[in-house]
């Protein structure tokens, strides 16, 4: 599903973010990815869906090696990739169900199959009720489903959030963590970047810690061994 071998990045300015990371994630796997501040995660998890290329070492994803995938197939890539981000990346302008809709118009989906799926999506995400709303009239917790309505509508083989819940309020991160843990028993293997203790404390599933660039631990249901 998800391997890398061997794994540098280092940019421009000297920093070296990613040092020698080799590891495999299965199909249908839910993995936290942890560590302090700058160690590394975002560049981990960014190089799996080709936002970043690594300086050295190969990436496999969905059976595509990313070293040799040209930047025009990216999108097509991409197809089997849903991203959720802290900050959701809505399109302001938009409807929630025209935000969602989009991700497939761009694919050329037949019309009547694009509604079924935004509304099963919403349905999923509990907002099929608030489908005609602009985005920025919702709370940060309702746009955060949205971009996870978004970003499975395609049906991907693999979802990657980084800090998905870094800007909601506990109850809301709890709401949003469900949608995850729903959309992982779908099938859908799950990577998600976080700095949330009490969520990996309690809903376990394999950690991969990251510092200084290198995995330090990789744990199945492990802890998320840091304090505030």
Do not use: C
Request: no cysteine.
């Amino acid at each position: 599903m998800i391997e890398m071998v061997d794994v540098n990045k280092t940019y421009p300015n000297g920093v070296i973010a990613v040092n020698g990371i080799s590891v495999k994630i299965k199909k249908g796997e839910f993995v936290y990815v942890v560590g302090p501040s700058g160690a590394g995660k975002s560049s981990f998890i960014k190089m799996m869906y080709r936002e970043e290329k690594p300086t050295s070492g190969t990436i496999t994803v969905n059976g595509v090696s990313l070293a040799k995938i040209r930047n025009s197939k990216v999108p097509i890539f991409r197809r089997n990739i849903g991203v959720v981000f802290q900050d959701f990346k809505l399109l302001p302008t938009l409807t929630v169900y025209e935000n969602i809709a989009f991700a497939l118009e761009v694919i050329e989906i037949e019309p009547k199959e694009i509604k079924e799926r935004v509304m099963e999506v919403l349905d999923l995400v509990g907002l099929k009720h608030k489908a005609r709303m602009i985005s920025t009239d919702l709370s940060g917790g309702e746009q955060q489903r949205v971009s996870i309505a978004r970003a499975i509508v395609n049906k991907p083989k693999v979802v990657i959030a980084d800090e998905p819940t870094g800007n909601l309020d506990p109850e809301t991160s709890w709401e949003i963590m469900n949608i995850f843990e729903e959309v992982n028993k779908r099938g859908t293997t799950v990577v998600m970047a976080t700095h949330n203790k009490e969520i990996v404390d309690n809903l376990r599933h394999r950690v991969i810690a990251i510092e200084s660039g290198k995995i330090i631990r990789d744990e199945q249901r492990g802890d998320y061994g840091y304090e505030y």
